[in-house]
């Protein structure tokens, strides 16, 4: 292959002799037939960048899609995940105070095995007796006095949660109005 750039420029710089004109026509038929060459895997590597391009964007539609149908699954499933977690609340209130020692130790199994599935799953519950208030995870229901320190959850009514730091549902607390005083009897 001839570059024709490098050949002009010696022969403008005196340093290549002129092409005799018996050579011309077959240099530039080589040429001719390189340049229909590197057109034609031009166009070749166009038209597979336009399907590589098509690909992708129906890939990406597809996958648009899928996410969405995804986001849509979750937001059913959150709730209703919410809801049972309350229901075995409920359950396992009622055998702590049912007065078996093994409906409640299997209470309280029950508890600790789902909250470590929905931990698992990014679902962490909100509200624990004790600790400082936090409008954003606790929903005061009412301030009473208790032995927990001043603007602390004394009491939860109803459990929050939260997903993958999303809060679904804030706790409903009752929160410590201050330390209840022993009242002296005469």
Excluded at 9 to 22: D, F, I, M, T, Y
Excluded at 25 to 30: D, G, S
Excluded at 177 to 182: D, T, V, Y
């Amino acid at each position: 292959m001839v570059n024709f750039e490098t050949e002009l420029e010696k022969l403008l710089a005196g340093e290549r002799e002129r092409l005799p004109q018996s050579e011309l026509p077959e240099l530039m038929a080589a040429n001719r037939n390189l340049l229909i060459a590197l057109n034609k895997t031009q166009t070749d590597l166009s038209l597979q960048v336009e399907e590589i391009y098509d690909l992708a964007k129906e890939d990406t539609l597809e996958l648009r899609e899928a996410l969405e149908a995804a986001k849509g699954r979750l937001n059913q499933l959150l709730p209703a995940a919410v809801g049972l977690s309350d229901l075995l609340e409920d359950f396992c209130v009622y055998a702590g105070q049912s007065g078996s020692e093994a409906l409640e130790h299997q209470g309280k199994l029950l508890w600790e095995n789902a909250q470590a599935l929905l931990k698992n799953c990014g679902i962490t519950r909100l509200g624990e007796a004790g600790q400082p208030l936090d409008p954003g995870i606790h929903r005061v229901q009412a301030a009473a006095a208790s032995s927990v320190p001043r603007e602390h959850v004394a009491r939860v009514l109803q459990s929050g949660y939260q997903y993958q730091g999303t809060v679904l549902r804030k706790a409903v607390v009752i929160v410590s109005a201050g330390i209840e005083e022993e009242t002296e009897h005469e």
